[in-house]
Nanobody, 120 residues
Framework: QVQLVESGGGLVQAGGSLTLACVAS????????MGWYRQAPGKQRELISR????????YFADFMKGRFTISRDNAKNTLYLQMNNVRPEDTAVYYC?????????????WGQGTQVTVSS
């Protein structure tokens, strides 16, 4: 079992930056694929990016290009999402997820989410 806890969300002005962290406990994440999702009010949860256990980014959404960066530090059992030049449409609850092979919407391990609110 792995428990995931996100942090780093908050209120930020458009054009600003945030770094989200997802700290895992219960077991090492070094052999787990991980990813970030987000869910805006009234919308379905959407995939932002996936990263393999070895740190290879295998997917990133178009809206992420040039603005967000996913990374991980297995020694710290932590996944990160660096968010730059944020926009009001980035307002959402951000979730991290983990799975043995690939992160999907049905992955077994999820954090509780952290709220990101971008003001214009």
């Amino acid at each position: 079992q792995v428990q995931l806890v996100e942090s780093g969300g908050g209120l930020v002005q458009a054009g600003g930056s945030l770094t989200l962290a997802c700290v895992a406990s219960g077991r090492t994440i070094s052999d787990l694929a991980m990813g970030w999702y987000r869910q805006a009010p009234g919308k379905q949860r959407e995939l932002i990016s996936r990263i393999t256990s070895g740190g290879v980014v295998t997917y990133f959404a178009d809206f992420m290009k040039g603005r967000f960066t996913i990374s991980r530090d297995n020694a710290k059992n932590t996944l990160y999402l660096q968010m730059n030049n944020v926009r009001p449409e980035d307002t959402a609850v951000y979730y991290c997820a983990a799975d043995r092979v690939i992160v999907t919407s049905t992955s077994p391990y999820w954090g509780q989410g952290t709220q990101v609110t971008v003001s214009s």
